[in-house]
């Protein structure tokens, strides 16, 4: 189980991972060792999977985002797992999602013009076969979820 204070250092990390461990220390009123050994048993734990740095979309070059909704005729466990292998080895999907409902998947695409799209969608059906793909285009991120409520953490 975790208090208070494992939730507000999660909020604190998931905000910023290079805070100091004596910025978070001071915040949740522990010393900067008691609050180092609370961050460490938080990654044992597995509540911190990975720290990682976001990048700036426009200054790295990728500002258009594309959502492709796919279905597909297919759901034999190698297929499923041939389609996981080819999202995961084209770079411009950073997100896929099986869904319930009207669409199997959902493909978050991003790019440095939307005509890359076609490029990506020749290599993601070169290597899996799907029977229908829609896809929309963002044209204005109104949040964007890279931090989660800690408040439901147990």
Not at 5 to 33: H, N
Not at 77 to 86: L, Q, S, T, V, Y
Not at 116 to 128: A, C, F, G, P, S
Request: proline share 2%.
């Amino acid at each position: 189980m975790i208090d208070e204070r494992d939730r507000k250092i999660l909020d604190m990390l998931q905000r910023d991972a290079g805070v100091g461990v004596a910025d978070i220390a001071d915040r949740v009123s522990l010393s900067v060792s008691a609050c180092s050994r609370r961050i460490q048993k938080l990654e044992e734990q597995g509540y911190i999977t990975r720290r990682i740095v976001v990048l700036d979309r426009e200054k790295t070059g990728v500002p258009t985002t594309v959502y492709a909704l796919i279905k597909t005729a297919h759901h034999a466990d190698e297929w499923i797992e041939e389609f996981r292998r080819a999202v995961g080895d084209i770079s411009e999907i950073v997100e896929a999602h099986r869904l319930t409902g009207h669409y199997d998947y959902i493909l978050k695409i991003v790019l440095p013009r939307v005509e890359h799209y076609d490029v990506v969608y020749r290599r993601l059906v070169k290597r899996v076969e799907l029977f229908d793909v829609s896809a929309s285009i963002s044209m204005e991120t109104l949040k964007n979820g890279l931090t989660i409520p800690v408040d439901y953490a147990i």
